[in-house]
């Protein structure tokens, strides 16, 4: 049985449409994000999902029982948010107490309960801090501790590491997924962070203008992006989206003679991953005109006729602007996508 599941959900205020009639469904266990750009209704589907509002159409179930119209305290669920919303006046320790205390849960159970979520999450030193003496890795620790606490099933989570810097969110993305596992939560987290997606996720819903654009695991969803959006949301570098242009022979990339063989009519683009492509002692000429070092690789900007492309080389590689390169990629790293829907072709 799905532990979440949304059916024909839909919100909108006035003539704004925030979530346009969505279906999907999230296995119990399961770490689901919902990503995608500012905008494009993955907040205002948690919301709908917690009982903060209320969707316009549709119905939401957890654990098999239609919720739609329950208040977010019926729900059996737990939150973090983006700001962490922990109580400047209060300890660490009645922070994370606070919704035990609310819901005038057993008292006999909480010092046992507490204990536990301290040591599970390093705050045991820190029970008796406020929150103005923490830092924020510590903060979304205590807001973690919170949720942990509730033992419910299901736990959402908000861009809990928006606010953090690189090194950490790094850090607590591994310790969020590694708690998740080891509680076997059933988790659905938001964020724009395509990073967090495809580090995190057993299933990413990507959204666009409040429609689902693809609903797959992260591997699936960068090897095999159902439309161009997808194609350029993920990765970094994303996806190259060359334009393809009639040829005598058959197709070319736009402005030059390149010939891709490719099925179907035009408009079309041709999908090359920058890892997929090689700079090569034959093959495709191309034009250096931009060329980042980052260590592990280098970035190639370059320019085949009309269309601009990123290359991504191993190692460190002494390019100058203008310099003609030649580029080579396999036939089967090769995706074609509609160039009026956006949706690949098969």
Not at 173 to 195: G, K, N
Not at 208 to 234: N, S, V
């Amino acid at each position: 049985m799905a532990a979440i599941s949304l059916r024909g959900v839909g919100k909108h205020w006035g003539q704004a449409q925030a979530v346009k009639d969505i279906d999907f469904e999230v296995k119990s266990g399961d770490f689901t994000v919902l990503l995608g750009p500012s905008g494009c209704g993955k907040s205002t589907t948690l919301r709908l999902i917690a009982g903060l509002d209320k969707p316009s159409s549709g119905s939401i179930h957890i654990d098999g029982q239609d919720v739609t119209q329950l208040a977010p305290a019926q729900r059996k669920i737990s939150m973090v948010f983006q700001s962490y919303a922990l109580f400047p006046h209060l300890t660490v320790r009645d922070n994370i107490l606070f919704g035990v205390r609310v819901r005038k849960e057993p008292r006999s159970s909480h010092a046992a309960r507490l204990q536990r979520v301290a040591d599970l999450l390093g705050l045991s030193h820190l029970l008796e801090r406020r929150p103005a003496q923490l830092s924020g890795g510590q903060q979304q620790r205590v807001a973690l501790g919170r949720a942990i606490i509730a033992d419910a099933p299901v736990c959402l989570m908000d861009e809990p590491l928006s606010n953090l810097d690189a090194q950490l969110r790094q850090e607590m993305r591994r310790e969020i997924r590694a708690l998740q596992q080891q509680l076997q939560m059933t988790m659905i987290y938001v964020t724009h962070d395509q990073t967090e997606a495809m580090s995190m996720a057993d299933q990413v819903i990507l959204l666009r203008e409040g429609h689902i654009e693809q609903d797959a695991p992260p591997a699936e969803l960068y090897a095999q992006p159902a439309t161009a959006f997808a194609a350029r949301f993920i990765g970094t570098p994303p996806m190259n989206l060359l334009a393809l242009a009639p040829h005598p022979q058959g197709m070319a990339i736009s402005g030059s003679t390149v010939l891709i063989p490719a099925a179907g009519q035009l408009p079309l683009q041709l999908g090359l991953r920058p890892e997929h492509i090689r700079l090569a002692d034959q093959g495709v000429p191309a034009q250096v005109e931009t060329v980042e070092y980052f260590g592990a690789d280098t970035i190639v900007g370059a320019r085949i006729g009309a269309a601009a492309l990123l290359v991504r080389a191993p190692g460190q590689h002494r390019l100058a602007i203008g310099e003609t390169v030649h580029l080579a990629w396999d036939e089967r790293d090769q995706t074609f996508f509609e160039g009026d829907s956006g949706r690949r072709r098969p």
